[in-house]
Every structure is written in structure tokens, then in C-alpha cells.
């Protein structure tokens, strides 16, 4: 059982470049949630979705776009680059009710 | 006010001490509540949900004190093993569910 899977482990980009990060999961959790996570600032929620063409906005969704097109995969997209996007990223999904987020490993991208 | 806050530390400690974290949330209709686990440059991984009556899992005690609105962790007889980033989740609203706002962490250090 895979859990989470998320591409790339790491990423460089130039500013203004544009990229996705692939999320996957193989546990049939319909909410799925994108996070940063920035030294001192802990996880922000970025976009989330509670099913398959569902997405909403978390606490910080600008530059990034989202979509949910099936239950497995919850891509973000990177449309400009900039060196403020420069984070850690994590995938998340949990089951419906509430419940313990699992986590990906985490995609590290730096924005120069 | 953030809507979880969290005293960054490090807390440092010797091999079989005890140590508490508090954790203080803003919102007063939160429900449910967690602690996660986080290794340097790793995924967060659940520690332990925070039930009303408290709950324990060998060395570790959940607490939640609603009227003061905060969540304690509790580490007896701590191991170097424990030497970790811990993080107190909370709904993001009211019957949010899933959806999960992270302090910014304690960052434990446990020394021989």
C-alpha cells in the first residue's frame, strides 16, 4: 500500500517558469489538501478538496491552481513561479468524518 | 491572534525526563484535536488524537482543557528517540472536519 505519493522529491525553477506537483493516493480518501510548509511559520493550507471535482481555497492559495478531476490525484499547479513559492510542499488526504491526515514526503522546490 | 500557537522551544532535556508542551487554540467551537510528529526534513505523521477525558499511549498523555482553550502533550521518561518537532492540529472551523490548521511546532531535544 503506497499511501501518498507525491512527484517531484525536489524541484528548481526559475521565477516566472511554471510546474505541477503530482499528488497520489491509493486509499479511496475522498479529502485531499495541499500544504507549505516555511521555516517558523509552520503548515498553510494551500487548496483542498472534500471529492472528486471539488476544490476550494485555503488560507493561502494565491499563485496556485488546483484541480480534481479523479478520487486518486490532486495535482498543484504552479503557474508563474516566484521566489516567494520557495517552501516545502505537502500532499495530505484523510477519509470522509474527519480524521488523521496522511502525509507525502514532501516536495522541496527553490524558486531563483 | 493564530489560530493555534505553539512555544517554538527547543525544549532540551535529558535522556528520561518529563516534558510538556501547551498548545493554545482561538477557536472555542473546535471539536476535535491532534498531535503530530515531525522529523527533521520529514512528513508530519500522527502522534495522537486529544479526546475530552484525555487520553495515554505509553509514554505520552493528551490533555484538553476546554475553558482555557489549550491542549497539553505529555512525554515521561523521554528517549532520544523522541528528539522531534511536535505539532498541535486543530480544525480549521467549526465542523471543518478534515480540514486541519497546524501550530507552528515545539522543537524537543533530548540529550544522553
Known amino acids: 500500500n503506497a499511501g501518498v505519493t507525491q512527484t517531484p522529491k525536489f524541484q528548481v525553477l526559475k521565477t516566472g517558469q511554471s510546474m505541477t506537483l503530482q499528488c497520489a493516493q491509493d486509499m479511496n480518501h475522498e479529502y485531499m489538501s495541499w500544504y507549505r510548509q516555511d521555516p517558523g511559520m509552520g503548515l498553510r493550507l494551500i487548496h483542498y478538496s472534500v471529492g472528486a471535482g471539488i476544490t476550494d481555497q485555503g488560507e493561502v492559495p494565491n499563485g496556485y491552481n488546483v484541480s480534481r478531476s479523479t478520487t486518486e490525484d490532486f495535482p498543484l499547479r504552479l503557474l508563474s513561479a516566484a521566489p516567494s513559492q520557495t517552501s516545502v510542499y505537502f500532499c495530505?488526504?484523510?477519509?470522509?468524518?474527519?480524521?488523521?491526515?496522511?502525509f507525502g514526503n514532501g516536495t522541496r522546490l527553490t524558486v531563483t | 491572534r493564530k489560530e493555534v500557537e505553539q512555544d517554538p522551544g527547543p525544549f532540551n532535556v535529558p535522556e528520561g525526563a518529563t516534558v510538556a508542551f501547551n498548545c493554545t487554540y482561538s477557536n472555542s467551537a473546535s471539536q476535535s484535536f491532534f498531535w503530530y510528529r515531525q522529523d527533521c526534513r520529514k512528513e508530519p505523521k500522527l502522534l495522537m488524537s486529544?479526546?475530552?477525558s484525555g487520553n495515554e499511549d505509553g509514554r505520552f498523555t493528551a490533555q484538553l482543557n476546554r475553558a482555557s482553550q489549550y491542549i497539553s502533550l505529555l512525554i515521561r521518561d523521554s528517549k532520544l528517540s523522541d528528539s522531534a518537532t511536535y505539532l498541535c492540529?486543530?480544525?480549521?472551523?467549526?465542523?471543518?472536519?478534515?480540514?486541519?490548521?497546524f501550530g507552528g511546532g515545539t522543537r524537543l531535544m533530548v540529550k544522553p
Open positions: 495530505a488526504s484523510s477519509p470522509p468524518g474527519g480524521g488523521p491526515l496522511h
Open positions: 492540529v486543530v480544525p480549521l472551523a467549526p465542523n471543518a472536519g478534515n480540514m486541519l490548521t
Open positions: 486529544v479526546y475530552s
